[in-house]
């Protein structure tokens, strides 16, 4: 209803349960609780829409569970990270994350450690191949891992 009491057709994406309550559908957001503006979540999954069992209006529900919160659902909590799809994924443990560092860190140190050690020990024979090729593959890896950071639109 307008504030003449003449009633309305139910807006797209709202739940009309009679007289002035309305409440989100599943994958939408209320502007506000007093509006009839119901804009659609970027993530349908994260809008749980409203309920009217409480007796309250609401401008929507989120996904708690999952991690979201916020207007359109749109906020991840605390023990989440964001995505570009929207979505929030679960932070990893931070025992896991300095493990990964960690060996990633000696892993790298080991390779250099190795290719050093090759190219001075094979500095002085005449056909050195091992130490060129990986050179080659040191320079093709560091390439591709720069060219892959680069946010460009390539021709199609």
């Not at 307008?2 to 994406?13: K, R, V």
């Not at 989100?24 to 502007?31: D, F, I, Q, S």
């Not at 609401?58 to 659902?73: E, F, H, M, T, V």
């Not at 500095?123 to 720069?146: D, F, G, H, P």
Request: charged residues 20%.
């Amino acid at each position: 209803r307008n504030d003449e009491t003449q009633c309305q057709p139910c807006p797209s994406g709202a739940f009309c349960w009679g007289e002035d309550r309305i409440g989100a559908r599943p994958g939408y957001w209320r502007t506000s609780v007093d509006s009839d503006n119901f804009v659609e979540c970027h993530n349908a999954e994260a809008c749980l829409g409203s309920s009217y069992e409480s007796g309250e209006v609401q401008q929507g529900k989120c996904a708690d569970s999952l991690g979201y919160r916020g207007p359109l659902c749109a906020s991840c909590d605390d023990d989440y990270i964001p995505r570009s799809d929207y979505s929030c994924s679960k932070c990893s443990d931070t025992v896991v994350i300095v493990v990964i560092a960690l060996g990633t860190f000696f892993a790298v140190i080991a390779v250099f450690a190795f290719m050093i050690r090759s190219t001075v020990t094979n500095a002085y024979e005449e056909r050195s191949q091992t130490s060129i090729y990986l050179k080659i593959l040191t320079n093709y890896i560091q390439v591709m891992v720069l060219t892959s950071n680069f946010d460009g639109k390539w021709p199609e």
